[in-house]
């Protein structure tokens, strides 16, 4: 019994006690903060969308997503009608548990209790946990792709290719997020065949982990295939969005956190490089740069590169505890800690929503998502006013029309308290869910140009200045003009 735990001691290697107790207190406190405020303020313009689309108008895929993050947000709405808590705690737990597995990656790495806790508190303060406020593909993505890391930097420690098979299941729900985690296992396998592990390349579990992955993604590949491809307009959209490469860089290093997040992510990269205990997990950080740029470079938007962070937060929290810093040297560091975490905090919606100012300086408040979250609603409120004072006759013959999806879906989910109980919209994954029936002869309109569906109608009227317009006698059938409204 002796030798064969010592022959699995040699062939896996050794590593520290997870330090449970600190990491887990960690990971609740980030959780928790995001239960606590996730009652403010309301719903957001791309959470309305999600639920909406999920809850009425479920598929198997949209013009701009895989099903999964739909098909949660509706099925939690309608388990728990109007609750921000139920509706926002998976994105609570998906930050926890990314805290947990970054202090993982940092024990796989080498690294003892105490640069496991520091990789926590980096994942922690993270600009990660501020966009998990809200029930997104953006937030909930980065925590799988770290499980993967996690996975691959396990399998290149212990050459367990039972990792690969679960990798390649975490891939599978991933996939069903979004579409962009291919990009990941091509740099990871690109990598690997220059830098090494080949043997990588040859492991049969890896490809029976892709196959798990290709099989479960068939049906959102088949609602893609049968509706044109639409996903493949995204690039794009996302472009066209683009701020500029110094922005790119400014978003994508400062979302690594404002204070020690940035300086962690830095210096983790440089020791992924440097560092001779890390060279095996080399090829791992070059794949990660290799990702980086790609997304630069298809002008993508920065929080993607939240999704790269746990690896090297890791690595500098396992190579500064190598170090032997001087015990003096734990004040600062606590301190620069605390106020990340600070930072942090006032960035997320603990603010009374009467505070009107979004920033301190170059510090983002938590007001910020009061704007976008009650405009929405406001819209919605002017909409179902104006169209409840119509007469019952124009009422009957009138569909709710919106310029963009944020005001579609939010009109929609808060419409049926004036009576509305559909919208439509030519604008991205709206114009897949219906056309207005026949019967509509008149279209409430909102939105910003009230020329876009003057062609199709004998006149227009505005109702509310700038914002709602009444379009009245349709000129042409809707089998005719809903080809023509499609909009990006």
Known sequence: MTSLRTSRETSTGEIAPFARLPVLTVAVLAAALLVVTSVRYAHGFDELYFLVAGRDHPAWGYFDQPPLVPLLAGTLDRLFPGSLLAFRLPMALAVGAGVVITALIARELGGRPPAQLMAAGLSATSNLVILSHWVSTYALDPFLWTVVVFLLVRWTRTRRDGLLVRAGAVTAVSLEVKFLIPALWAAVLVSAAILGPR??????????????????????LVWQATNDWPYTH??????????????????????????????????????????????????????????????????????????????????????????????????????????????????????????????????????????????????????GQTYSALPPAVKAQTAVYAEIYPFAAAVEYYGPRYGITEVYSGHRGYWYFDRPPDRARDVLFTGFDPTLLKPYFASVTEVVPGLVWLY?????????????????
């Not at 043997?199 to 798990?212: C, E, T, Y």
């Not at 006698?473 to 003009?481: C, K, L, V």
């Open 199 to 220: 043997r990588l390349l040859s492991r049969p579990k890896l490809w029976l982990g892709a196959l798990i992955a290709v099989v479960a993604t068939i049906p959102a």
């Open 472 to 488: 009245s006698g349709r000129t042409q059938s809707w089998d005719r003009i809903w080809p023509l409204v499609k909009r990006q």
């Open 234 to 383: 995204m690039s794009g959209v996302v472009a066209a969005e683009f701020p500029g490469y110094f922005a790119f860089a400014r978003d994508g290093l400062l979302g690594a956190g404002m204070g020690v997040g940035v300086l962690a992510l830095l210096y983790g990269v440089w020791r992924l490089f440097r560092s001779p205990s890390l060279r095996p997990y080399r090829y791992l950080a070059v794949a990660l740069l290799l990702v980086a740029v790609v997304v630069l470079l298809t002008h993508g938007r920065s929080y993607y590169l939240m999704s790269l962070y746990a690896l090297p937060f890791a690595a500098a929290a396992t190579e500064l505890s190598r170090r032997k810093l001087v015990r003096w040297w734990r004040l600062p560091v606590g301190i620069a800690f605390g106020l990340s975490a600070a930072v942090t905090v006032a960035a997320l919606p603990v603010w009374p929503a009467s505070v009107t100012a979004t920033s301190f300086g170059p510090f983002s408040l938590g007001t910020v998502f009061a704007g976008g979250e009650t405009a929405q609603k406001q819209v919605a409120d002017v909409v």
